[in-house]
Antibody
Framework: QVQLVESGGGVVQPGGSLRVSCAAS????????MHWVRQAPGKGLEWVAF????????YYADSVKGRFTISRDSSKNTLYLQMSSLRREDTAVYYC??????????WGQGTLVTVSS | AIQLTQSPSSLSASVGDRVTISCRAS??????LAWYQQIPGRAPKLLIY???YLGDGVPSRFSGSGSGTDFTLTISSLQPEDFATYYC????????????FGPGTKVDVK
């Protein structure tokens, strides 16, 4: 079955950088688009970024455009989110999700990123 | 950008109740809408996609309806495991893919 396992979260200072990862298994990773979705503590869901199956086209929410980069390595079945110029408001649980017809079909358990000095 | 609003923001209900949650889009989005359930501490789960299609393994007490700007999620007979927060989500493709969630509706015990 589909399994998505995020890792790499932690505490980072404002202005710092962090990369989170999502290891995928149970499906043909190279055939599916993938998303990052985040949820600030006690808040709702916010879509962050989407990468198409081939890794060529990438799309971002305005709130992270120019600061975050989504990428994938199909040889490792892994999705990445490189985050830079982090702000306190980027504090959230970051989920990866498998795309199916532009919906979020399968989700990982999330990894917590805390931006704090 | 298209905005989604949900009503109510929260509701209290009892097991066996029929529950209806509304999601309204600021512009027409055809049937490009999904519903998710999130239990505290857990990842969201896809319930309904394309406005009215049941997700894999989702109980038939859940149903979705609507198109254009007005959508509804209905739980025909609320079960103990259904106390959760529910989010609607839309997407557009033109001119480029864009995705967004509604603010959520929390269903708790009356």
């Amino acid at each position: 079955q589909v399994q998505l396992v995020e890792s790499g979260g932690g505490v980072v200072q404002p202005g710092g950088s962090l990369r989170v990862s999502c290891a995928a298994s149970g499906f043909t990773f190279s055939s599916y688009g993938m998303h990052w979705v985040r949820q600030a503590p006690g808040k709702g869901l916010e879509w962050v970024a989407f990468i198409r199956y081939d890794g060529i086209n990438k799309y971002y929410a305005d709130s992270v455009k120019g600061r975050f980069t989504i990428s994938r390595d199909s040889s490792k079945n892994t999705l990445y989110l490189q985050m830079s110029s982090l702000r306190r408001e980027d504090t959230a649980v970051y989920y990866c999700a498998k795309d199916r017809w532009n919906y979020f079909r399968d989700w990982g358990q999330g990894t917590l990123v805390t931006v704090s000095s | 950008a298209i905005q989604l609003t949900q009503s109510p923001s929260s509701l209290s209900a009892s097991v066996g109740d029929r529950v209806t949650i509304s999601c309204r889009a600021s512009q027409g989005i055809s049937s490009s809408l999904a519903w998710y359930q999130q239990i505290p501490g857990r990842a969201p789960k896809l319930l309904i996609y394309a406005a009215s299609y049941l997700g894999d393994g989702v109980p038939s007490r859940f149903s979705g309806s609507g198109s254009g700007t007005d959508f509804t999620l209905t739980i025909s007979s609320l079960q103990p495991e259904d106390f959760a927060t529910y989010y609607c989500q839309y997407f557009i493709i033109d001119p480029y893919p864009l995705f967004a969630f509604g603010p959520g509706t929390k269903v708790d015990v009356k």
